[in-house]
């Protein structure tokens, strides 16, 4: 063997990188006169865009390829290859820089070196092999730790998603009787649009039973792909040191779970208003003596689970029992209120309430956003307009209470909400009396609210009249 291959080739160190440790291919010249190789300075962003000698910033695309650099890189690589034997070319455990083992392991450029890669980690913590491998088994044992936590959540969201289908399922049953009530009360003419209003509900049904179960089965696909990536890391944990660390960056990277967790959707249930609501009014106009109509019908998917809907969703009462429904983001859950099916972004409308003798209720109207998963006392700073009764004492639930003089008990409360001049006004409408007028420039859409309280009698809503012009 030639003596001179021991010796260090000429500017070896001169013609290293100081990203990737290797002579420089394709290097690229930076602001601060020092070069890097172009695929290194790609993936820049590792060191935020610093020159890794000087740490100076740099920008990206002002760099220029540094032609006499690289040449002089071409030229270095064929000195070494006229000179260096087949027998020592890089081999596995070994550097490819200095063909020698490896033997430490950088902390910071997480990767192992040798003996003589030192001078370019001269400012790095460096370990032993033996040392360095436990430090990133237990980086990496972490992310295992949060990835078993992931697969804990996702069954439980499996199981959450599978009530939503059964609670789907039963919302259609519902329906389902109410429809086929009502038509055959309308009978022999209606038979027709009895159809079509099952086939509507039965598509919507469809289509949100099959975008649940795909989202099942998503969930039980991430499930079993984060089995499978735990599986796959806690293998490679068990190779020997040095392949576990010249593998760690890939397998840090492979830990992080970048996919979102599924959950449900704002409209992942059925529209029940749609199908239900006001159904008599809607199939058959003409028929204004045997049907009702209601401006305002109540949306099950925003009752808290202590009340209870009436089939036409027209009356709302305390439940006996805390009834089982999905925690979807519409409902209230722990106040005890439901909304309105429609809501308001401009215009005037108005319905009726019949409290009767219930000792204690809150009608109004209340933003989009108003909180669903946390107490809060209602109030206009709140987002809620309303009304209301406590301990015999009627209150307009404003920032400061204000109680209002009632003369006479009003058992029917009517509601007129003027969205565009920012007005809701309360009335007795048995006597046509004037409760009280709230007052806000409305920013966002506008939803009735009904706080029944916790009573065997029912609040109703009541039918409006009815005008059919033609």
Same mark, same amino acid.
């Given at each position: 063997?030639?003596?001179?291959?021991? #010796?260090?080739?000429?500017?070896? $160190?001169? /013609?290293?990188?100081? +990203?990737?440790?290797?002579?420089? @291919?394709?290097?690229? !010249?930076?602001?601060?006169?020092?070069?890097?190789?172009?695929?290194?300075?790609?993936?820049?962003?590792?060191?935020?865009?610093?020159?890794?000698?000087?740490?100076?910033?740099?920008?990206?695309?002002?760099?220029?390829?540094?032609?006499?650099?690289?040449?002089?890189?071409?030229?270095?690589?064929?000195?070494?290859?006229?000179?260096?034997?087949?027998?020592?070319?890089?081999?596995?455990?070994?550097?490819?820089?200095?063909?020698?083992?490896?033997?430490?392991?950088?902390?910071?450029?997480?990767?192992?070196?040798?003996?003589?890669?030192?001078?370019?980690?001269?400012?790095?913590?460096?370990?032993?092999?033996?040392?360095?491998?436990?430090?990133?088994?237990? #980086?990496?044992?972490?992310?295992? $730790?949060? /990835?078993?936590?992931? +697969?804990?959540?996702?069954?439980? @969201?499996?199981?959450? !998603?599978?009530?939503?289908?059964?609670?789907?399922?039963?919302?259609?049953?519902?329906?389902?009787?109410?429809?086929?009530?009502?038509?055959?009360?309308?009978?022999?003419?209606?038979?027709?649009?009895?159809?079509?209003?099952?086939?509507?509900?039965?598509?919507?049904?469809?289509?949100?039973?099959?975008?649940?179960?795909?989202?099942?089965?998503?969930?039980?696909?991430?499930?079993?792909?984060?089995?499978?990536?735990?599986?796959?890391?806690?293998?490679?944990?068990?190779?020997?040191?040095?392949?576990?660390?010249?593998?760690?960056?890939?397998?840090?990277?492979?830990?992080?779970?970048?996919?979102?967790?599924?959950?449900?959707?704002?409209?992942?249930?059925?529209?029940?208003?749609?199908?239900?609501?006001? /159904?008599?009014?809607?199939?058959?106009?003409?028929?204004? @003596?045997?049907?009702?109509?209601?401006?305002?019908?109540?949306?099950?998917?925003?009752?808290?689970?202590?009340?209870?809907?009436?089939?036409?969703?027209?009356?709302?009462?305390?439940?006996?029992?805390?009834?089982?429904?999905?925690?979807?983001?519409?409902?209230?859950?722990?106040?005890?209120?439901?909304?309105?099916?429609?809501?308001?972004?401009?215009?005037?409308?108005?319905?009726?309430?019949?409290?009767?003798?219930?000792?204690?209720?809150?009608?109004?109207?209340?933003?989009?956003?108003?909180?669903?998963?946390?107490?809060?006392?209602?109030?206009?700073?709140?987002?809620?307009?309303?009304?209301?009764?406590?301990?015999?004492?009627?209150?307009?639930?404003?920032?400061?209470?204000?109680?209002?003089?009632?003369?006479?008990?009003?058992?029917?409360?009517?509601?007129?909400?003027?969205?565009?001049?920012?007005?809701?006004?309360?009335?007795?409408?048995?006597?046509?009396?004037?409760?009280?007028?709230?007052?806000?420039?409305?920013?966002?859409?506008?939803?009735?609210?009904?706080?029944?309280?916790?009573?065997?009698?029912?609040?109703?809503?009541?039918?409006?009249?009815?005008?059919?012009?033609?």
């Amino acid at each position: 063997m030639d003596e001179d291959m021991d #010796e260090p080739l000429p500017l070896q $160190q001169d /013609l290293t990188c100081p +990203v990737c440790r290797l002579i420089f @291919t394709d290097p690229v !010249l930076l602001q601060c006169s020092h070069s890097i190789c172009r695929v290194c300075l790609q993936r820049s962003s590792e060191f935020h865009h610093k020159c890794p000698l000087c740490r100076d910033v740099f920008e990206e695309g002002r760099a220029v390829a540094n032609r006499a650099l690289s040449s002089a890189c071409d030229t270095f690589r064929q000195q070494v290859s006229s000179r260096q034997p087949k027998q020592q070319q890089p081999v596995e455990g070994t550097c490819n820089l200095h063909l020698k083992p490896l033997e430490l392991y950088c902390e910071r450029d997480e990767e192992p070196v040798c003996v003589d890669c030192v001078t370019h980690h001269n400012m790095h913590r460096l370990w032993p092999l033996k040392e360095g491998a436990p430090i990133c088994k237990r #980086e990496l044992g972490h992310r295992v $730790q949060v /990835l078993e936590k992931k +697969v804990e959540s996702y069954t439980q @969201t499996t199981q959450m !998603l599978k009530n939503a289908v059964d609670h789907i399922k039963y919302q259609a049953s519902q329906a389902e009787k109410q429809i086929k009530a009502e038509f055959v009360r309308l009978h022999e003419i209606l038979v027709a649009e009895e159809a079509l209003r099952l086939k509507a509900l039965s598509t919507e049904e469809d289509q949100k039973i099959a975008a649940m179960n795909e989202l099942v089965e998503r969930t039980n696909k991430g499930i079993v792909d984060l089995k499978e990536l735990i599986d796959s890391l806690k293998k490679e944990m068990d190779n020997e040191d040095l392949a576990f660390l010249q593998n760690f960056q890939t397998l840090k990277r492979k830990a992080w779970w970048k996919t979102k967790e599924p959950c449900l959707s704002n409209d992942s249930l059925l529209d029940m208003g749609k199908h239900v609501g006001s /159904l008599g009014f809607k199939i058959w106009k003409n028929m204004q @003596t045997h049907v009702k109509y209601y401006p305002v019908v109540l949306n099950p998917n925003t009752a808290s689970p202590w009340l209870s809907l009436s089939p036409d969703l027209s009356e709302v009462k305390e439940s006996p029992e805390r009834l089982t429904a999905p925690n979807n983001p519409e409902r209230f859950d722990p106040c005890v209120f439901v909304l309105g099916a429609e809501g308001y972004t401009s215009g005037k409308h108005k319905w009726d309430i019949n409290v009767g003798d219930n000792p204690k209720w809150v009608v109004g109207v209340c933003k989009e956003s108003v909180a669903r998963k946390k107490k809060f006392t209602v109030s206009s700073a709140r987002g809620v307009w309303a009304i209301g009764l406590s301990e015999g004492v009627y209150t307009a639930l404003t920032s400061e209470r204000k109680q209002l003089q009632v003369q006479e008990r009003p058992e029917i409360i009517q509601i007129k909400l003027n969205f565009d001049k920012g007005e809701v006004s309360f009335w007795n409408k048995g006597s046509s009396k004037h409760l009280v007028t709230l007052t806000h420039t409305f920013d966002e859409k506008m939803f009735p609210i009904f706080g029944p309280g916790l009573h065997s009698t029912p609040v109703v809503l009541v039918p409006g009249k009815i005008a059919v012009h033609t």
